[in-house]
């Protein structure tokens, strides 16, 4: 009796066990709160800003931006070799080190200094404060992603939906594979894959992209290696068959083509009005050679963009380094695309739209980081045989990916400088150094991508092949070494104001107050009160991450006093949503977050 009460007390145990195996990604995301308004004297005095951590433990870091300056500070380098241009931006002022705080309440503070110690006068600026998991480990959100190369060299990850919503479920995808996030990640069934038919002689390049419509239909780049031509290809996806070319893009399914001297691609991004893509030729050329080309949706090039620049260097080639550093990389968020190489110092973000636009070539690189801030830097050693030499792939940090948050944080993974994950830019890119997440080793690292869009699943996604040290041995590549499967750590920025005015927190009349919505978290009701100092017409409207208005709950007269109105957002994916209430002059924004 005692041996089949163990028996049946195991079997219970093993059938609990696989029944928690079974269960859908759920991440515990790591979200920050602050006051969107702050004021300061600028007297000296230390700043106290309240900060409140959910969800995990976080290292932040606090940074301190000019506000409304942009349009003075137009195509200006500066910096050591120069290493940082900027045009028509607001630019960094200060940043911290690194904060490590607990969940729950903690508190940022700042002397009202500059980087350089010189003391900011009074005005108004915006904050920032960025935030990554680095105590917590790596969870899992799928054990067959990615497959070797996938995170360098095709992966996206789509975020929102045709509306331009977040994603119940964002889709991480390749050329040839789709993972909807959220899934149980040892379900290898759920995994969707296509076939993607190619004329002969032609094959796909870099990263694929859905398109932001109707998301049965892709975009790739497409190469024909003997005749060095390219273009981009529309295919309809075929889940687990054969995905169908789109004869009526372009001229019989290619779009204009353009000529390359060979090497790789960053493949296609888009921000919903155009299609992008480009060739980098740093293997293929001795000769000065990127570009950037502009495409509409009908397969037709709209413009020609050339990067040489900045991403060839005759000099480079000169000391036995390389002509051209790529990009090989793109990556876009809010109309801004962003682009990489492992070859090369440089990174860049570009706002294509913008310079379409207006015609001015300054509106189209934003900022550009290359050598001389020490973060991915290349040949910045004493003892670098090319002293400060930028397009070298002999060298690391190997950058493989670009990944921008919403607020243009950007971490570009690092290879081969030391235990670490990424290295990072501010939103003007300027370099804030190298971080870690958790028991990260020296060995191989070949993505970090941020999904930033009020999802469900907003955080770091990541490889594992570190915990596999060298992946390259004579023989060949020995891919089993690795981990297997695709991670999450947590991620979250925010921003706000610092002003020496007088805010709308000590002017308003006591009466005009604005109340955290409740329940928050909620589904799919809520409810927002707030109270009016007189009556008159009142506005309550509710917006998305991206700044979109989704919703307008109140717009009419209302007496003065106390109301309460309830949100379905029945209609609206899950995520993290903004509402503001406007009435008598006054304004006041409060985050919301939807779950479903």
């Avoid at 002689?201 to 998301?215: A, H, K, N, Q, R």
């Avoid at 050339?306 to 990556?331: K, V, Y």
């Avoid at 971490?411 to 190298?434: E, H, I, Q, R, S």
């Amino acid at each position: 009796m005692k041996m089949r009460k163990i028996v049946v007390t195991l079997l219970i145990a093993m059938f609990v066990s696989t029944l928690s195996f079974a269960a859908n990604f759920a991440p515990t995301l790591l979200k920050l709160t602050a006051d969107p308004i702050i004021q300061y004297s600028f007297d000296g005095s230390e700043l106290s800003i309240p900060v409140t951590v959910s969800g995990h433990t976080a290292g932040v870091v606090f940074l301190v931006f000019t506000k409304g300056q942009a349009a003075k500070i137009p195509n200006t380098r500066n910096g050591y070799l120069g290493w940082h241009h900027v045009s028509k931006l607001d630019t960094c002022m200060y940043f911290s080190t690194m904060k490590g705080f607990n969940v729950g309440k903690n508190t940022i503070t700042w002397n009202g200094k500059d980087q350089d110690g010189g003391k900011v006068p009074p005005g108004e600026y915006t904050y920032y404060m960025w935030a990554f998991d680095n105590v917590g480990g790596k969870e899992r959100m799928s054990d067959f992603l990615p497959l070797h190369w996938a995170f360098d060299y095709g992966t996206e990850i789509q975020e929102v939906d045709t509306k331009g919503l977040p994603l119940a479920n964002p889709i991480w995808y390749t050329v040839n594979l789709r993972w909807k996030i959220g899934s149980d990640p040892l379900d290898g069934t759920l995994l969707e894959t296509t076939t993607i038919p190619m004329a002969e002689g032609w094959g796909t390049v870099g990263d694929p992209t859905i398109e932001p419509t109707d998301f049965n239909y892709f975009y790739v780049a497409s190469q024909n290696t003997t005749a060095t031509t390219r273009g981009i290809q529309k295919f309809k996806w075929v889940p687990n068959g054969t995905s169908e070319l789109q004869t009526d893009f372009g001229e019989n399914g290619y779009s204009d083509l353009y000529s390359t001297k060979g090497g790789g691609s960053p493949g296609i991004a888009t921000d919903g009005v155009y299609l992008y893509t480009g060739d980098e030729n740093h293997v293929a050329s001795t000769e000065p050679d990127s570009d950037f080309y502009i495409y509409d949706f009908d397969g037709a090039m709209v413009k020609e963009v050339d990067l040489t620049s900045w991403w060839s260097e005759p000099a480079s080639l000169a000391l036995g380094a390389q002509m051209n550093g790529g990009p090989t990389n793109f990556a876009e968020r809010k109309g801004m695309v962003f682009l990489n190489c492992h070859c090369s110092c440089w990174n860049q973000m570009v706002d294509p739209k913008g310079y379409l636009e207006s015609g001015d070539i300054d509106d189209f690189f934003k900022w550009t980081n290359g050598d001389g801030d020490y973060t991915l830097d290349h040949n910045f050693e004493e003892t670098a045989s090319l002293k400060w030499v930028c397009n070298d792939y002999n060298v690391g940090p190997y950058k493989y990916n670009v990944s921008p948050d919403a607020n243009f944080f950007t971490d570009v993974n690092a290879y081969d400088v030391g235990a670490v994950t990424f290295g990072l830019y501010a939103p003007d890119g300027t370099g804030l150094g190298y971080y870690a997440f958790a028991g990260e080793t020296s060995g191989w690292k070949k993505g970090t991508m941020v999904v930033d869009s009020g999802t469900p699943f907003d955080g770091y996604y990541c490889d594992n092949e570190q915990a596999g040290g060298t992946h390259y041995q004579e023989g060949g590549w020995q891919a089993n070494q690795y981990t297997s499967g695709c991670f999450f750590i947590g991620e979250d920025s925010i921003t706000g104001v610092i002003t020496s005015a007088v805010g709308v927190s000590e002017t308003a009349p006591a009466a005009f107050s604005v109340a955290q919505n409740s329940p928050n978290p909620f589904n799919p009701t809520t409810t927002i009160s707030f109270s009016l100092a007189q009556a008159g017409n009142a506005l309550v409207e509710v917006y998305n991450v991206a700044g979109q208005k989704v919703d307008t709950i109140v717009n009419g007269f209302m007496e003065s006093g106390s109301h309460s109105v309830v949100w379905n957002a029945s209609d609206f994916s899950a995520g993290v949503y903004f509402y503001t209430v406007k009435a008598g002059g006054f304004s006041k924004t409060m985050k919301m977050t939807l779950l479903k």
